[in-house]
Each structure stands twice: as C-alpha cells, then as structure tokens.
C-alpha cells in the first residue's frame, strides 16, 4: 500500500484569470519552505508535480531538502479551461466548482480519469505537488462523491491518501 502526499501549490503571485502560469508570491514561497520542513522526515520520497510553475517552485523547496528530481505529470496539472480568454475563465471555474462531475463538460472527464488512474499506479510512498480541483478529484474519488469541490484545501496542505490495491482511501 502506497501513501499519496496530495500537496496543494503555494500562495500564487497571480489569480487563474489573470496569468495561465505564475509564479509564487513571498508568501508562496514561505508556505512551500514551512511543508519542506514538514514532510522533511518522511523521506526522501518519490515526488510527482504538475508541469505549471506554481507546483514546480511549490516542489522545489522538497526537492533541494531531499535532494531528489520530482517528475513532472501532466495527468495531475489544473483543470484544463475552455478557450483561451483568460478573463472568462474564472466565473468559468466558478461555475464548475458548484456542481457534480455529472453535470460537468464531456471534455473533463477524461483529465479527472487520467488524475485518478495517475494516483492508482503509483505503487510507492510519493508526493504529489498538484491543485486545487486535482486534489479534490482525489478525495471525491476516495469518498465516492461525485461533486467538484469536496473540501476546500489551503495553500501547501498536506492532504494523505493510500492506494490501497487499486483504490484511494482516505
């Protein structure tokens, strides 16, 4: 049985609607240092980010404490957006985040299946550096809720589920 680390990305200098990929904040920053020093005695372990810069900077404070290279995994980035106004995008996700993956867009279900079968193929104890939505695609699957927004994950939380044979368990 394999621990999953879900880690939500540090404070973002930037909202979604106003830069497709920022950075960290100071303050992001300082979040990423404080769960490098958490999880620092559990490893090193294996790490698994997102592409996008928030979770690379998030994970790097793990990686140069643990002196490891995460692997960057597309199946565990943000939820994915239609088109590319960035001004749209967040009454958007609004939207989305209120409602049940059954009535969300066609287009979204394979990128939550491909989050939750990333997850389940992970056979040893991993961090996973990820975002909001993603890792609540984790625990709604754990849970068998099928809403969008199971719980509100704070910036660099430490969210722990076993893979458990195939399945995610809380």
């Not at 565990?76 to 749209?88: A, C, F, H, K, Q």
């Not at 059954?102 to 299946?113: E, G, S, V």
């Not at 992970?122 to 609540?136: G, K, L, R, W």
Request: one cysteine or more; aromatic letters at 6%; glycine letters at 6%.
């Amino acid at each position: 049985m394999a621990k999953l680390y879900l880690v939500r990305h540090g404070k973002a200098a930037a909202s979604w609607q106003d830069d497709p990929d920022p950075s960290l904040n100071g303050l992001g920053h300082e979040q990423a240092a404080a769960m490098a020093d958490a999880m620092a005695p559990l490893g090193p372990l294996a790490m698994v980010t997102s592409p996008l810069r928030r979770t690379r900077e998030t994970a790097a404070a793990l990686e140069s404490r643990w002196r490891v290279t995460a692997e960057v995994e597309p199946a565990v980035r943000e939820i994915p957006s239609p088109g590319n106004e960035l001004s749209d995008r967040s009454a958007w996700l609004q939207h989305v985040m209120t409602g049940s993956w059954a009535d969300a867009d066609d287009w979204l279900r394979p990128w939550r299946q491909g989050m939750i079968d990333r997850l389940m193929a992970i056979e040893v104890d991993t961090v996973v550096v990820s975002h909001f939505v993603a890792i609540n695609v984790a625990v709604g699957h754990a849970e068998n809720d099928d809403r969008v927004t199971v719980f509100r994950p704070d910036n660099c939380s430490i969210t722990v589920l076993d893979n458990d044979n195939g399945g995610l368990r809380l």
